[in-house]
């Protein structure tokens, strides 16, 4: 047998398991090689996404994937209902104390209410009565958001914005930027993940003082609305708020923690990930 | 033949794929499962992390979904899967411009379960794909198909195109190589 011979023989028995003791610097390097790369394996996580995706997939569907072909416009397509909450939610909006049935919780200037949903009202045309005010003609639009470094961000609002020292598997971030209107400072941080395309955003919210007229609204539908406790304070858990692309549902957490409203949306994520996520921010 | 083989299933490749149905792509979960470990492996050695390729062998999944038809069925369907991973790798590193600033990677939480613990096994993984980025490109693919993707020299000749003798040399040689760039880097 010659060296080369050998040399493959070596590798041939370790990537099957048998040992044949390696004689050379050369075949030692290779069987420490496959040895490591044996090490890796697909996360749990990984592989239960993959397969999660594969399987929404059905045949007659393999060329005319859900929602978006494009990648970056499937990735972007996350954030739309996202971003479309956050900004309907700073204008000045209809009474939506009038349209709303019964539910409201304050969270400081956050009111969430059981009136229609943006999605709702603006996609559907719902019934409203001819003495409301009319409602402003807005599309959501996906919108250019800068990945602003956690110190520059901080700069610009003037205040220590918090970032999560945990994520579920395989998130990663996407966008990190300030959105100013009169007397509110927001900055919303939004991830991804790459895989599912399911996304997360995180507002972190200060109101000026001198503005005490400035809120937001937030009517979720028939959304469910479920008190919680999130770092120590009492929150608001609400989970399937209808939202753009059409079909599609956002889970949403609110507390306040001294002068700051926190805001987290997600379009999967359960209520227990969302809380561990929001008592991880420092 | 037993153990890394049978588990990886890549000396049984052609009779696995055998035992699928007649229409090899109806229960592509299965083929998924087939060959997840061999095309993330070959993933990993060409992009260094583990998140990465993590992301681009899912990517490769859902390609070979959208594309089932584009299988012919003539060849081992490893080494089409092998194709698709190919381009996915080049795709990667045309999309991924370097636009993270430092302070955001580190600051970005990492939540894979074995972060801590597999800090240095992530560190070594890093410098062996470095040291094979910097080989020849044909010595690159043979060794990540032969000792990463677990393939024999008589496949990665087919999917390279070259004699099985002229593999186990562009091999052998790579070896030598990455052996003066590593050191005793995974000893």
Known sequence: MTDLEHFNSVIDAHLAGDSIPPQTPEEQLAADIIMFAQGFELSSESDAAIIQQLKAVSPHQRVQLPFIANRSLRVASVSIGLMALMVLGVLTVPPLRALAQDLLRQIGRITVSDAPSYYDVYSQQPTISPNSTPIPDITPQIYENRLLSLDEVSRLADFTVYAPSYLPARYRIGSRDLWQSDGLKSVTTSYHNPITYDGLSISQSIYAVNEPDQTRQFPVGDAEMVDVMVRGVGGLWVEGVTTWPEGSTLNMLFWQEGDFTFMLQTSRLSQAEMIRIAESLE | ?187
Request: net charge neutral; glycine share 6%.
């Open chain 2, 1 to 187: 033949m037993s153990g890394y083989a049978q588990q990886r299933g890549f000396q049984r490749m052609k009779t696995k794929d055998d035992d699928l149905p007649k229409d090899p792509l109806r229960d592509f979960t299965a083929i998924y499962e087939t060959h997840h470990s061999t095309i993330y492996r070959y993933i990993l050695a060409r992009v260094g992390t583990i998140e990465d390729a993590q992301d681009v062998t899912g990517q490769v999944f859902l390609k070979a979904y959208q594309h089932s038809e584009s299988y012919t069925g003539k060849a081992p369907m490893i080494y089409w899967l092998i194709g698709i991973a190919r381009r996915c790798v080049i795709d990667h590193y045309r999309r991924n411009k370097p636009n993270l600033l430092l302070s955001d990677a580190i600051e970005l939480p990492d939540s894979a379960p074995s972060l801590e613990d597999g800090l240095e096994q992530r560190n070594r993984l890093k410098r062996v794909s470095d040291a094979l980025g910097a080989l020849s490109e044909d010595r690159r693919e043979a060794i990540t198909l032969r000792l990463f993707a677990g393939l024999s020299n008589s496949e990665i000749a087919d999917l390279m195109g070259k004699t099985i003798e002229a593999i186990a040399m562009l091999i052998h040689r790579g070896i030598q190589d990455l052996k003066i760039r590593l050191g005793g880097e995974l000893s």
